[in-house]
């Protein structure tokens, strides 16, 4: 995939974020140490996603590369501030020191079959003002999420970056729902990344909703934003009752198939009000 192409995917999906990728060598080609260039970038409000090697990381000390979002730094104390889902699939912070960070990059650099593919990215944040929102576009998606026949597999054969993923985790749509009921009835198909990116999404998904009364791009709804907030609540119970009954090994639990039900249940009512309000506002 181009840079191009990757950055035009991501702006299809945020428009707000703007995303360059290259090869993450090219900063050794030019010269230029990762510490100097992390810390360039974060002073211009770019904020650069690389791969780091963790065995040279104190406090992680694991024995994988991934790739780490890097967000800001403190040049006193020689630390930069990360943000890396090795946590299985959950989102944690991580304090890196800057000696690290140049060891375990560069550790990466001197071997050519552990650099393969590697390329750094960069994101920018650009402002709602310069950037509207795609009204049109938002609409199609929040009919195809309702539309559980097939779409998931359309939506990852028309992005070659979704082909390499493990097809269990791609669903993008309500199977979602029927997913998870087929993971809850046995404990060795329990994958806890399902339910922290699940929660993660109906939590993005209520700011958004909140984003597009606040700009005043829809009518604003007790009711809708009353749905937005109950679907964000019922995941993360969701979330914690399944991981407690795991611990227990009671996965088979009615009251998870339950909790299930009224979650999707909500989904879909808060999805049709926004699919209502958008289409009092442009008449789609």
Do not use: W
């Not at 060598?25 to 260039?37: A, Q, T």
């Not at 009204?135 to 097939?150: F, H, R, S, T, V």
């Amino acid at each position: 995939m181009t840079c191009a192409e990757h950055d035009n995917i991501t702006r299809i999906i945020c428009p707000y974020i703007k995303q360059l990728s290259f090869p993450q060598k090219m900063i050794s080609i030019f010269n230029n140490s990762y510490v100097n260039f992390i810390r360039t970038c974060i002073d211009g409000n770019l904020y650069p996603i690389c791969h780091v090697d963790y065995n040279f990381i104190s406090s992680v000390n694991m024995d994988r590369i991934h790739p780490c979002f890097f967000y800001g730094y403190d040049d006193e104390k020689k630390l930069f501030f990360g943000r890396d889902n090795l946590d299985e699939g959950k989102f944690i912070d991580y304090i890196f020191g800057f000696d690290e960070i140049e060891t375990s990059i560069n550790s990466i650099q001197n071997s050519t079959e552990r650099l393969m593919n590697k390329n750094l990215v960069i994101m920018e944040y650009i402002d709602y003002k310069y950037n509207p929102f795609n009204m049109k576009y938002l609409y199609n998606e929040l009919q195809a999420y309702l539309d559980a026949d097939g779409y998931s597999k359309q939506k990852m054969n028309n992005f070659s970056s979704f082909k390499s993923l493990n097809e269990e985790i791609a669903y993008v749509n309500l199977e979602i729902y029927d997913y998870f009921l087929e993971m809850f009835q046995s404990i060795h198909r329990y994958d806890r990344r399902m339910l922290y990116l699940f929660s993660e999404h109906k939590r993005i998904m209520n700011e958004r909703i909140r984003f597009l009364v606040n700009k005043e791009l829809i009518e604003s709804t007790d009711e809708l934003i009353t749905l937005s907030d109950e679907v964000f609540s019922l995941s993360q119970r969701l979330l914690f009752l399944s991981l407690k009954l795991l611990e227990k090994g009671d996965l088979a639990n009615p009251r998870l198939v339950l909790l299930l039900s009224e979650v999707k249940e909500k989904e879909i009512k808060m999805t049709m009000y926004l699919l209502q309000a958008i289409q009092r506002r442009y008449n789609y």
